[in-house]
């Protein structure tokens, strides 16, 4: 569904991607794990058209979509969950997911319930400010919100940061059950690779802007050399 060729990517004279290549299949989850600093944060943004290849391409069924506006990419079906749990604090619950959806025709109404059904304390907080939630419940909104459009791809970034691993092991589950059940593609940036192995089909690892490895979850994680270098564990 999404080919990476040869993606270069910099700020300035710093190269953050070098010639990073990869695909992902339809349905799957792919993790892309390493250090600070590896190039995960860049790789996301420059699929989601927020940073602009150097060269390289990114192949969307097919489509070349390296150079194409963010809202086309939107319409194309490409949602981006940043590092940060970017909510409107002041909006509630609800109009914050309403938000999500209001491109498409309808304003998305009938993904709402489904919304609520994956994350039932939604529900509970639906009118309050999205100011009062706590870190996780910002977390499972940020990703609410952006299932609100209905996406193919989805780009998550970081969504354990910070979370009590109770909250992780439940994100986690959800994101599984959307691909293995909903066909949804998940490309999951993640520093905490344990719990990213744990969901993932395969996964990528990166070091200063380069692929250095990339196999199924249960060859990486049993690589020694591997985890005590790049996955942290």
């Given at each position: 569904?999404?080919?990476?060729?040869?993606?270069q990517t910099s700020y300035g004279p710093v190269k953050a991607l070098d010639g990073v290549s990869f695909e992902i299949e339809k349905g799957r989850v792919?993790?892309?794990?390493?250090?600070?600093?590896?190039?995960?944060?860049?790789?996301?943004?420059?699929?989601?058209?927020?940073?602009?290849?150097?060269?390289?391409?990114?192949l969307l069924d097919g489509l070349d979509i390296g150079h194409e506006p963010v809202?086309?990419?939107?319409?194309?079906?490409?949602?981006?969950?940043?590092?940060?749990?970017?909510?409107?604090?002041?909006?509630?619950?609800?109009?914050?997911?309403?938000?999500?959806?209001?491109?498409?025709?309808?304003?998305?109404?009938?993904?709402?319930?489904?919304?609520?059904?994956?994350?039932?304390?939604?529900?509970?907080?639906?009118?309050?400010?999205?100011?009062?939630?706590?870190?996780?419940e910002r977390q499972m909104l940020a990703i609410g919100r952006a299932l609100m459009a209905r996406p193919r791809l989805l780009l998550l970034d970081e969504p354990s940061l910070g979370l009590a691993p109770q909250l992780v092991a439940q994100i986690m589950r959800v994101l599984r059950d959307l691909a293995r059940d909903g066909g949804l593609?998940?490309?999951?940036?993640?520093?905490?690779?344990?719990?990213?192995?744990s969901v993932a089909d395969h996964g990528v690892v990166l070091n200063l802007g380069r692929v250095v490895a990339q196999d199924a979850p249960?060859?990486?994680?049993?690589?020694g050399?591997?985890?005590?270098?790049?996955?942290?564990?």
């Amino acid at each position: 569904m999404l080919r990476v060729e040869d993606l270069q990517t910099s700020y300035g004279p710093v190269k953050a991607l070098d010639g990073v290549s990869f695909e992902i299949e339809k349905g799957r989850v792919t993790a892309v794990l390493g250090a600070n600093g590896a190039g995960k944060t860049t790789l996301l943004r420059t699929i989601s058209g927020l940073e602009r290849p150097r060269s390289g391409r990114v192949l969307l069924d097919g489509l070349d979509i390296g150079h194409e506006p963010v809202e086309r990419l939107v319409r194309l079906g490409i949602a981006h969950v940043p590092e940060g749990r970017g909510v409107i604090a002041e909006l509630s619950v609800d109009e914050n997911l309403r938000l999500g959806g209001l491109w498409r025709r309808g304003g998305a109404r009938d993904v709402l319930a489904s919304v609520f059904a994956l994350f039932p304390r939604l529900v509970e907080r639906r009118a309050q400010p999205a100011s009062t939630l706590s870190g996780g419940e910002r977390q499972m909104l940020a990703i609410g919100r952006a299932l609100m459009a209905r996406p193919r791809l989805l780009l998550l970034d970081e969504p354990s940061l910070g979370l009590a691993p109770q909250l992780v092991a439940q994100i986690m589950r959800v994101l599984r059950d959307l691909a293995r059940d909903g066909g949804l593609t998940i490309l999951l940036v993640e520093q905490n690779a344990r719990a990213a192995l744990s969901v993932a089909d395969h996964g990528v690892v990166l070091n200063l802007g380069r692929v250095v490895a990339q196999d199924a979850p249960a060859a990486l994680a049993a690589d020694g050399q591997l985890r005590h270098a790049y996955l942290g564990f």
